[in-house]
C-alpha cells in the first residue's frame, strides 16, 4: 500500500535483515531456555 500511495518506506539491507532476524530468534530461544544467550549466536543452536 506504502508504494502504491508513494509513501516512502523503511529500507534495510539483506544484511541488516540477516541480523535482525538472528536477533529476534535469539530472544525466543532465550526465552525458551529461561536463561541469557550469547550473541552473536551460532545459527545451530537454534535447532538443539
Request: glycine share 6%.
Amino acid at each position: 500500500t506504502r508504494i502504491l500511495m508513494g509513501t516512502p518506506t523503511p529500507h534495510a539491507t539483506a544484511a541488516e535483515g540477516h541480523s535482525n532476524l538472528l536477533c529476534t530468534m535469539a530472544m525466543d530461544l532465550s526465552a525458551k531456555r529461561g536463561t541469557e544467550v550469547e550473541l552473536p549466536i551460532d545459527p545451530e543452536e537454534f535447532y538443539k
